[in-house]
Each structure stands twice: as C-alpha cells, then as structure tokens.
C-alpha cells in the first residue's frame, strides 16, 4: 500500500526521487500514445475530456476511469484508454480499480458507526479492546484517535504481526503532536472493527457501508476470485532504477490484500455512490451511514498534515483542506499497480474519482481537482477554468544554477544547459536528466538510473537570495565546484563498510552506500540512533528505522526496515 506522500519502504530508501515512471511495454511506448490510443466511453464536459487526454499522454498512462457527482445530484461515469495494451482492449466504466488508501475513509466511518452504537470510545486506549496487540507506547497511550488521524507515533508499513512473536512495534514519538502517515495503524483499526464486530473485516465493510450504499460491483477483499473483474494493471519492469517517463512496464503479478489500509477494489459508478454520500454529509440513499456529530468528527481538520500540500490537514480517515474558499475531503490511493485520487467539495457538492492502471509514482490528482473545478464552474455559471500546466521533467526552467564543472575523488562531471534541458558529461557518456522533485533529477539513460542525482546547495550569499548549487551526489560518487567551501575529504567510521551493500526482502531492495562519510540510501542521509540502529537525518522523529544485524567476516548479512528483514545480496 503505497499513501500519498508516496511513503512505501521502496521510496523511503530509495526515494528521494518522487517522479513519473512512464508507459513503455510491448508495443506500447512514448510514440504510440496517440488520439486513437485514449478514445473514451462516456459523457464528459470536452473541456475535462481533452485534459484527460493530454494528461494521460503526458503522464503515459495505459488507462484511466473516472466517476462524477455533479451538484444536482447526478453522476457521470466514463473510461479512457486501455486496459489489456497488447490486446488493445479498452477500459470500461464496469472494470473493477483497486483504490488503495481511499480505503482508510470506509474504516473510519465503520468505525464511526460503532461509536454512535456504544461500542467505541475513539478516546480510549487501543490495547483495551485489543489487548494482545504487539506495540510499545514509552512515548503515551494510543487511542483509535491517534490511528485515525496517523498521529499515534507507529511505523508505515511493517504488518501488524512481525515474524519474530516477541517484537514489538516501536512508538516515536507523543501520541498526537505530529502526522506520520501509518498504515500499520488503519490494518490495526480493522482488526479492531473486526473485534468489536465479531466478524470478518471484509464482512464489516460489506454489512456496514457498502450494501447499504448499493455499491453492488465493490469488493471489500482484493484476491484471485476478482482478477478477471479488474481492469489488466501494470508495474515498473526495473522497479530497482529510479523511474522516469520512458521506464518500460509489465503485467502486473496476482496480489491478495486485506488489509483494512487498502483493500477495497471498486468501480466508478460504485464510487459515485460513495462520494454522494460524503456530498450528503453521511446521509446513504435510505438510512444515514454515520450520525451528523460523527460525520462531524470525520471532516475534522484535526492534524496538520504537509505531505498532502501546504495548509492541509488530516481528519479521520481522511485529508481536510480547502479549494477555491471551499470545504475540500481528499484522498488518494496507490497499490501496486493502481493510482487513485477522490476530491469531495463539501460546500460545492461535487466530488470527483479517477484511478489509473498502473503504478508509476504519481496520483491523478489534476484529473479529480480539474473535475471539480469544471462542474463548479457550470453550476455557478462561470467560465471554464484554465486547468494547471502538465509538468514536463524535460524542461529545467532554472537549468543554469545546475550547469558547471564538478569534481572529486572518481575524476569530473560537467553539468550543461541545452535547451531548457540539462546533461551530464562524465566518463565518456552524455546523460540527459529528468527532474524528480526539487534538486533531484533521473537519468534517461538506464545505464545512469541505478541512483538518483542530486543537487546540494551551499548557504546563500548577501547578494544571493536562493543558495547556490554546490554539490552533486551519485550513488557513493561525490562531486563539489568552485564555489563548494567545505572539506573535500569526509572519512566514514570503518564499521560503515560492513552496511554497504544491496539488500533484498523479495519483494523490494534496498542499497547502502558510503558517501561523504555517511551511509546513504536513495540520496538520503542516515544518521545512527544506536548501535548499528538508523534513521532518516530528515525525519529526526521518525518511527521507520534501518538496524544491520549479522556481521560475518566483515559483512551484515541482513537489515532490518521496521522490523520488515532485507537479506543481502552479493552480485
């Protein structure tokens, strides 16, 4: 389950680079996405149709469903693009999408419920009604509050019951004074849900909102039996380089998940029953789903919450914010090889669903907030909105605070501008960059994709109001320019090169290296807590920790990732 911030263990350690892997399996490659390739089924306003379309060819998704409430009351569903690419068949609005995290909002409001019935104090301590879960609180008691809101201090994602029956969760930090996305968290309150229940979560889920809201296409378990239900999806064919917009895809493997983090699969037609409820403020098409206090406590913006935006908060289950003056409920959802996005305007009433085939690293949040703003221009009349510019990684508009001649211990790199574009020149190869986020770039060329590249600024001048670029960081390759003051030999402590190395859980990677001193992974600082026991340097309060373990003849046989064990790999 990947949440929004993109926080799965993959990005923790290797993702510093935040970006669009792209579309290139087959036959189906960056020239093959074309009108042709992205006809629609549906009623769309042509003003969201055609955006649709460039951002899917922008974005090089495979294909894409959508569902509409508009503020009358009325529902639009449509389908763009393809869902089996070698067969050219072609999404439908009846195909099932797995929408990850936007599965929190239904746990929530189960358990709402159970509040109105008596059976919940949201207030109380978690290990009184489930007594034998395997957590440490050093830092103050969990409520259901706290794991609401990812305010508890508990890890992301490691499952709720390790492989060693004696560890124990580890709490970070005082329950409520901070946002740190859990899903470990939400897959506890489903067991709670379970327990007070007295039933399986998938039951509780499937009893308490989706019969009564007559999703009847939803499933509340994601499994085998609906495989054939489900639109085809699509992963990163080298899910160990760092993904960029010609990153060729595959066919996605079987998956099974219960987790009440994110195992809800549904359609867009079903969706629009969901978010016509959350229009409605908890009112489902017979009977209220949750009462209006509790619906109350679901929209509240209890928690600050940045890593879904500047200003946003987190209610229950839930991002609180606001567009245009307006109550906005948000979330989005990423599995394996699914994107979603639902953005709820409580004060417009309209809402908006879109789920994409693929993962590829983002979410398509432009499509829902374009959605929203078109259908609340009809309703007030107003002219249509210019929607937000599509980025493109390929053009660096500040491309020139990059460019110059780098240096350091593995020989020189120089940094060019050409276009509005950047290229490095090192070792004999010409490698043109991708922006990711901010300072870090992926290469075009797979051969230069094992790490991201960073950028590191200096401290700014009197004259200068942004700092200037003063370093560049490969891998365990380290680089400064003229205008770089620090020390040019950074000496790491000897034990460090018994960490380094490739990590493999089966599912994912992990790759330790030594640079300027410091262990790294994916451009990232780790800073030791304790003996051989590491964390993020830009999460000083974070409960996700790295712990080497196993040293044999000078090497750590296995990493420990919260608690979650990476084997190394010698190649």
């Known amino acids: 389950m990947l949440p929004e911030p993109l926080c799965s263990r993959r990005t923790f350690l290797r993702g510093a680079v935040q970006t669009a892997a792209i579309f290139a399996a087959g036959d189906f490659g960056p020239a093959g996405i074309s009108a042709a390739t ?3 089924e549906g009623d769309v306003q042509p003003a969201l149709a055609q955006f649709i379309e460039r951002y899917m060819r922008a974005m090089y998704a495979p294909g894409l469903t959508l569902g509409l409430v508009h503020a009358d009351g009325q529902t639009t569903t449509a389908a763009f693009g393809l869902s089996d690419v070698a067969r050219s068949q072609p999404v439908t609005p009846e195909m099932l999408f797995q929408i990850g995290s936007i599965s929190k909002s239904f746990c929530a409001l189960a358990l709402l419920q159970m509040r109105d019935e008596g059976k919940l104090d949201l207030h109380a301590p978690i290990l009184e009604y489930l007594p034998w879960l395997p957590i440490e609180t050093p830092y103050g008691t969990i409520t259901t509050h706290h794991l609401l809101t990812h305010s508890s201090g508990l890890p992301d994602n490691p499952p709720v019951f390790l492989s060693d029956r004696n560890a124990r969760h580890q709490q970070a930090f005082k329950p409520g004074t901070q946002f740190h996305y859990s899903n470990l968290g939400f897959d506890i309150l489903g067991h709670l849900a379970a327990s007070l229940d007295g039933r399986p979560y998938a ?8 019969d009564p809201l007559e999703m009847k296409a939803t499933h509340p378990f994601i499994s085998n039996a609906i495989r054939a239900q489900e639109a085809q999806s699509y992963v990163i064919f080298r899910d160990d380089l760092t993904g960029l917009r010609d990153t060729r895809l595959e066919v996605a493997p079987r998956e099974v998940f219960d987790g009440a983090a994110g195992c809800v699969a549904s359609t867009p037609g079903d969706m629009t029953r969901y978010m016509t409820m959350l229009v409605r403020r908890g009112a489902g098409p017979k009977n209220r789903i949750v009462s209006e206090e509790s619906f109350a406590l679901f929209a509240t913006p209890f928690i600050e919450a940045e890593v879904f935006g500047p200003g946003a908060h987190y209610g229950y289950g839930i991002a ?5 003056g307006h109550k906005l409920l948000r979330h989005t959802g990423g599995m394996n090889s699914f994107a979603s996005s639902m953005q709820v305007d ?22 829902t907030k374009y959605a929203l703003q078109v ?3 009809e309703t007030e009349k107003k002219p249509l909105p210019e929607p937000d510019a599509i980025d493109d990684p390929r053009t660096i508009e500040n491309a020139a605070e990059y460019q110059g001649t780098y240096s350091g211990d593995s020989g020189s790199a120089e940094v060019l501008v050409e276009g509005k574009g950047l290229v490095v020149s090192i070792g004999g190869s010409r490698i043109r960059l991708q922006r990711s986020s901010g300072d870090n770039f992926a290469a075009e060329d797979e051969a230069w994709q094992e790490f991201p590249w960073i950028f590191l600024r200096g401290k700014p001048t009197k004259q200068e109001a942004k700092a200037p670029i ?20 950074i000496a790491a402590p000897k034990r460090y090169a018994s960490f380094a190395g490739v990590y493999d859980s089966g599912t994912d990677g992990i790759q330790i290296v030594i640079c300027k001193g410091m262990l790294m992974s994916g451009g990232v ?11 993020r340097s830009d999460e000083p309060n974070s409960p996700e920790v ?9 090497q750590c046989r296995m990493l420990s990732f919260t608690g979650i064990p990476y084997w190394r790999v010698n190649t």
Not at 470 to 489: C, F, H, M, Q
Not at 525 to 535: A, K, P, Q, S
């Open 38 to 40: 992205i006809q629609h």
């Open 203 to 210: 039951s509780v889920l499937k009893t308490r909102i989706i």
């Open 320 to 324: 609180v914010d606001t567009l245009a």
């Open 346 to 367: 409580l004060d417009g009433r309209v809402a908006a669903f879109a789920s994409i085939n693929a993962m590829q690293g983002y979410r398509p949040n432009p499509v």
């Open 375 to 377: 259908m609340r221009a």
């Open 470 to 489: 003063t370093e560049l960081i490969y891998g365990d390759k380290w680089y400064v320019n003229s205008a770089y003051l620090g020390p040019r030999k």
């Open 525 to 535: 600082t780790l800073v030791e807590i304790g003996d051989g026991l590491f964390r």
């Open 546 to 554: 790295l712990e080497f373990l196993y040293e044999i003849n000078g």
